[in-house]
């Protein structure tokens, strides 16, 4: 692959801006308040956008094209619940959990259930869903590198793992929303942008689907009405199961919970999630349509396809993955930019390349900032006793930065799943395991200490041992873990962990010994709307 | 267990869900519905992509907000 010089310079451009806004802030990320919260005042549409460049992730600008590609129409609905699972933040974490402004993810759990070993139990699921998500924001800054440089894979790993290192380390939260805010809009105009080039080469969203039909004839077909378009989205159980992979992360997943924290006031926090999801609403329209081309563009136009030992987009990408010398499981998270690279034009592509190292960057920083908060503030700080996190915040907070990059840079040079795969485990991870003592904490008084424990620490190991049990003995996690192979049942992600874990919670919280009254007091009767 | 939750959370939620499952309901009962023409394109482009991807979220976000915001605006004016 050679470097075109139009796509170097979208990147350099967007380079500029990210690094012009990092400066230009520097100065706020002096002392504790200003690192971790932003000071808490940044408005609401601020705060909105960089709560959509956070959220998504190249699980998103990557993932969710390259699984249109592969499971065809169908997998519309995941795109559908994510986007429709947001709005529900608003009033059920969002603005309770400004109006109690915490400075990390694991205050309110060792605030409402009354023991600083809570940061503990819930750090451990929180940590690994985070590297994972730093891990896949490093592949997906590396896959664009690899499109930027032409170089090899290992190589884009090591510079994209020095491009979001400086990044982060320089940041803190007030550089990271800033220049978040600016990516959010960036990922949008590009998604968007593509759509309407796709669109537009079609002649129309009709010349489109018939285009696509003409290459798969399955592409549109749900269960029990027709051949389905993959074996996975065979029965309802694949459609729903997507549907609820992602749907609750927005209320409850660390890496945007504690962008509620940085608002002004709870006003703030409530329209932030508005413009995320008109931001965001967006972004996935253009990705549907990216991804709904994504096969007839690469079968069709990409050169490569004239090599006669290369007979389908598959076969391609397979070829490029060997080309490039791509290590693991990454295969067909390259499909989006190959199918804008089909396209042949270079401005298009600069774009992209933009918007989709704008989308990973800002996710690498954003569970970054939270990892340092809880290994650093958290758990050296509050849980062990250290004065170095509270004396020496930015210090403490730029160590933590060179160890958890350093470790994700290692495991990046072999990805061990696609991104969206990655991204899938350490949400249903999160949601069944911290999600429900973090939801009823705020909502019901009868949510006890030892049911978040044991929830926790129970939901982490079996949604994760089901998970991995399902992907190393089916071939896939998308399969029920305990299926016959002969007949197999589809449960994305093993998802319905996350019904479980409510389930499971509230049953606990019944039989066990409810919480002091002046905790409950203050941290739910407290934090309800005001009447 | 959820006291004191706005009651027009819940009515989002019966709009957002009831949207999507009934559509998907319909998708997985009548052979071809999505490539069903409406207002000129396969229907599934409407009331799947443009609506239940973003119109529907961005009103449901709109009225949380800011029905929010008048009930305490009304809360302050009562206090005054």
Redesign the interface.
Known sequence: METNPIVLFGALAYFAVIFGIGWYTRKASTDANEFYVAGRKVGPFVNGSALAATYFSPASFLGLPAFIFLLG?PF??A???I??G???A???TA?PLRKYAPTSFTDYYADRYDTKWMRLICAFPTVICGFTYVILSIIGTALFMLCILGVPFTYSVIIASAVVFVYIFFGGMVATTMSTAFQGIAMTVASVTAAIVVIHHFG???GL?DAVIANNANF?N?????KASHPLMNM?TG??GF?FVWHFGFSAMPYTVVRFFTTQDI?AA??S??WA??IG??M??GL??IGTGTRVLIENLHPLMADPNIGSAVALLKHLKAQMAVGGASLTDYSMIAAMDSLNNPWLLSIIVAGGLAIAMATAAGWTMVLNVILGRDLLGKVFGMAWPEEKPVQCTRVMTVIIIGVCMLFSFEPPGLVLDLSGAAFIIILCSVGPPLI?GL????ATTMAAGLTITIMTFCSAGAWLYAKFTLGSAHWFFLSDKANKISTPHQFYWVFIGLAFFIILSLVTKPCKEEVIQKYVIDL???? | ??????K??WI??AI?YGW?FLF?GL?????????KKFL???A??IY???F???I???I???I??KS??N??AL?EKGGN
């Open positions: 129409y519309w609905w795109l559908v619940g986007i429709g947001m709005p529900i608003t009033l059920l603005a129309g969203l009709n689907t549109f749900l269960p029990y009405v027709a309802w459609v729903i549907f006003k409530r329209r999630v508005f999801v008109l609403g967006l996935y329209m549907i349509v009823f909502w019901w008084e009868k309800r709307p005001e009447r | 267990m959820f006291k004191g939750m706005p027009i959370f989002g939620m957002m999507c998907m998708e997985m009962t009548i052979p071809g519905f999505p490539l000129g394109v396969p599934c482009y799947n992509m443009i239940a991807l973003w529907v979220p961005t449901i976000s709109y949380f907000f929010e915001e009930r305490e809360l």
